[in-house]
């Protein structure tokens, strides 16, 4: 495969201040056969009247929606319009590294890998300001085929957050097109629900573990600090689709389920403690109830029965969670709020510390 053709498309909704950054960064790229696709999503702001201007190179290409579709959507208008073989979600508000689409080439020219995943850096930002930032990398690295090579990197991609993304991926356009996947439009979780579908049809991947893409976690856009009604409903079913997923094309490894498990139990204190946000509208008394509406479903017993597989802090929540302590868990999501409101960036070091 010579001369690859990369699809950048970025999905572009009041995201004006960021769009200069990263317009240069495409024009300094050292790789130049790339398409780069803006997709135009109604935005509040002057985001359309910025690409109009600055977009000057014939390889780039504004798209504008006829209203606003959301993420999943506007993704979608791109991917048909992609003409690359290999094509990634960026998101414009990011930045990556000057030699990240180098790399990716050199692998695609050597190994045509169904998908690329590539390391992270998260900067974590304060009213404009870097406060820390963190490597985000995987246990393997290069191609990888082997069926249980597979299912051990699959396992460890997700356990460091790297799996469920899209904007960290490189996709072979083809596959996407022949097997008709899309994405869905969902408040949250679409990334990992899309790959999730992917990855039925994925038998080989290349893991490139540098932190060439470095995702912006910043306190005034985050959707750490937006209350979403679905949360824990979306966060389980796609952790449930997850396990599905490892068990009908792999099988259920003990690490798998570890993770799995532990990974349960981070979405319910996380979802306590959202339901203290002003913005859900929610009494203690409703907050009561529906802590106890969770310990005492069904559903969820595979995750009670398995309190056993809990590590790392999560460990400590295993008395909590045997003996059914509802008022514990309300004041545990109570103190892990005011942390998170008042000391943002020792709340994201806390929770980054896995």
């Given at each position: 495969?010579?001369?690859?053709?990369?699809?950048?498309?970025?999905?572009?909704?009041?995201?004006?201040?960021?769009?200069?950054?990263?317009?240069?960064?495409?024009?300094?790229?050292?790789?130049?056969?790339?398409?780069?696709?803006?997709?135009?999503?109604?935005?509040?702001?002057?985001?359309?009247?910025?690409?109009?201007?600055?977009?000057?190179?014939?390889?780039?290409?504004?798209i504008e929606n006829n209203h606003n579709?959301?993420?999943?959507?506007?993704?979608?208008?791109?991917?048909?319009?992609?003409?690359?073989?290999?094509?990634?979600?960026?998101?414009?508000?990011?930045?990556?590294d000057v030699n990240w689409l180098v790399?990716?080439?050199?692998?695609?020219?050597?190994?045509?890998?169904?998908?690329?995943?590539?390391?992270?850096?998260?900067?974590?930002?304060?009213?404009?300001?870097?406060?820390?930032?963190?490597?985000?990398?995987?246990?393997?690295?290069?191609?990888?085929?082997?069926?249980?090579?597979?299912?051990?990197?699959?396992?460890?991609?997700?356990?460091?957050?790297?799996?469920?993304?899209?904007?960290?991926?490189?996709?072979?356009?083809?596959?996407?097109?022949?097997?008709?996947?899309?994405?869905?439009?969902?408040?949250?979780?679409?990334?990992?629900?899309?790959?999730?579908?992917?990855?039925?049809?994925?038998?080989?991947?290349?893991?490139?573990?540098?932190?060439?893409?470095?995702?912006?976690?910043?306190?005034?856009?985050?959707?750490?600090?937006?209350?979403?009604?679905?949360?824990?409903?979306?966060?389980?079913?796609?952790?449930?689709?997850?396990?599905?997923?490892?068990?009908?094309?792999?099988?259920?490894?003990?690490?798998?389920?570890?993770?799995?498990?532990?990974?349960?139990?981070?979405?319910?204190?996380?979802?306590?403690?959202?339901?203290?946000?002003?913005?859900?509208?929610?009494?203690?008394?409703?907050?009561?109830?529906?802590?106890?509406?969770?310990?005492?479903?069904?559903?969820?017993?595979?995750?009670?029965?398995?309190?056993?597989?809990?590590?790392?802090?999560?460990?400590?929540?295993?008395?909590?969670?045997?003996?059914?302590?509802?008022?514990?868990?309300?004041?545990?999501?109570?103190?892990?709020?005011?942390?998170?409101?008042?000391?943002?960036?020792?709340?994201?070091?806390?929770?980054?510390?896995?």
């Amino acid at each position: 495969m010579v001369n690859i053709k990369i699809s950048l498309i970025f999905c572009c909704y009041n995201v004006s201040k960021y769009l200069d950054m990263v317009y240069h960064l495409l024009n300094k790229q050292p790789y130049r056969n790339i398409e780069v696709i803006f997709v135009e999503d109604c935005s509040t702001d002057d985001t359309k009247e910025k690409l109009f201007a600055l977009v000057d190179d014939p390889r780039m290409t504004i798209i504008e929606n006829n209203h606003n579709l959301g993420l999943s959507a506007s993704r979608n208008v791109g991917l048909k319009h992609a003409t690359g073989d290999y094509v990634g979600f960026p998101d414009p508000d990011d930045m990556f590294d000057v030699n990240w689409l180098v790399e990716v080439s050199k692998i695609i020219q050597t190994y045509q890998p169904q998908v690329i995943v590539t390391g992270m850096r998260e900067d974590y930002e304060l009213n404009n300001k870097l406060q820390y930032s963190k490597e985000v990398l995987s246990e393997y690295s290069g191609f990888i085929h082997e069926k249980d090579d597979m299912l051990k990197a699959i396992v460890n991609l997700e356990s460091v957050f790297l799996f469920g993304f899209a904007n960290n991926k490189f996709y072979k356009t083809s596959l996407l097109k022949d097997k008709g996947l899309t994405y869905k439009q969902l408040a949250l979780k679409e990334d990992f629900e899309f790959n999730i579908r992917l990855f039925y049809h994925v038998d080989n991947i290349y893991i490139l573990n540098k932190p060439y893409y470095f995702y912006k976690k910043r306190n005034n856009n985050s959707l750490t600090n937006k209350f979403v009604k679905e949360y824990f409903t979306l966060h389980i079913d796609t952790l449930c689709d997850f396990k599905n997923f490892l068990e009908n094309k792999y099988f259920l490894s003990k690490q798998a389920e570890s993770l799995i498990v532990n990974r349960f139990f981070r979405y319910f204190l996380s979802a306590i403690e959202r339901n203290h946000n002003v913005a859900s509208n929610l009494m203690p008394k409703e907050q009561l109830e529906w802590i106890r509406d969770i310990l005492l479903n069904e559903k969820y017993t595979y995750f009670f029965e398995n309190i056993d597989l809990l590590d790392g802090k999560l460990k400590y929540i295993r008395v909590l969670i045997k003996y059914k302590k509802v008022y514990y868990f309300y004041f545990l999501g109570k103190v892990i709020n005011h942390i998170k409101n008042k000391f943002p960036i020792l709340f994201s070091k806390i929770r980054g510390n896995r």
